[in-house]
Structure formats: C-alpha cells, structure tokens
C-alpha cells in the first residue's frame, strides 16, 4: 500500500505534457504550436531544422522551388500534358459539335415559346 501511495505522488507531482508542444521560429524568435509549425511545413513557407523542436522561415526562392517539388510528386502530369505531344482538333467534329448545339438552342426556344 506504501508503494501506491509513492506512486501516486511522483505522478501528481510531475507536470504534465501538454499535447500542443511548442516550436521556435529561429527566424523571427518567436514559439508557436506544434501542429501550426506542421501546417508551415507542409505549406512550404518553413523548415524544419530539428524536427519537433525548431523551423526556420524559408525564403522566397527556396520557397518556390520546394513548391515545385512537392507539385511534382504531388502531381504528376496528365497523359494529355506530355512534353512535344499536341493536341489537334478535328474541324469536322467540331462543326458537328456546334451544329448539334444550335439545332438544341432552336427546340428549346421552340418548347418555352
């Protein structure tokens, strides 16, 4: 019973961990949350320098590259979109397309008159 009782005490007397950890901004000097330091990250306007203690501001140009980088594994390009292909349209097809859609404006006028 001793023994639960020392227990008891260590744990009330430890101060507790706080689920919103904070990170310093070496750039500006300033803490601000763990997950606001996250969100930073992912937005590519910091780094981190140690990862869940410190981040430093990105500058523009690192910014913008690290931008691309995370576009192209993010995103990666459509077939349509491959360098050197381009894409021709068929003029008869075409024609058809806006014969159809006049002879569709003319029966919906028809029907609402």
Same mark, same amino acid.
């Given at each position: 019973?001793? !023994? ?17 950890? /904070?990170?310093?901004?070496? $750039? /500006?000097? !300033? ?9 930073? *990250? ?6 981190? *320098?140690? !990862? ?21 594994? /993010? ?32 029966? !919906?006028?028809? *029907? $609402?008159?």
């Amino acid at each position: 019973m001793l !023994f639960l009782a020392q227990l008891r005490g260590l744990i009330a007397s430890s101060p507790l961990m706080s689920n919103n950890k /904070r990170v310093l901004n070496i $750039t /500006r000097g !300033f803490t601000l949350k763990h997950k606001q330091a996250c969100r930073a *990250v992912e937005q590519c306007s910091a780094e981190w *320098v140690e !990862f869940g203690v410190s981040i430093r501001d990105l500058t523009l140009a690192e910014s913008i590259a690290k931008r691309n980088i995370q576009a192209k594994e /993010r995103d990666p390009l459509p077939y349509a979109e491959i360098p050197g292909l381009i894409y021709q349209t068929d003029k008869q097809a075409l024609q058809n397309e806006i014969a159809l859609s006049q002879q569709a404006n003319q029966y !919906f006028q028809q *029907v $609402t008159a």
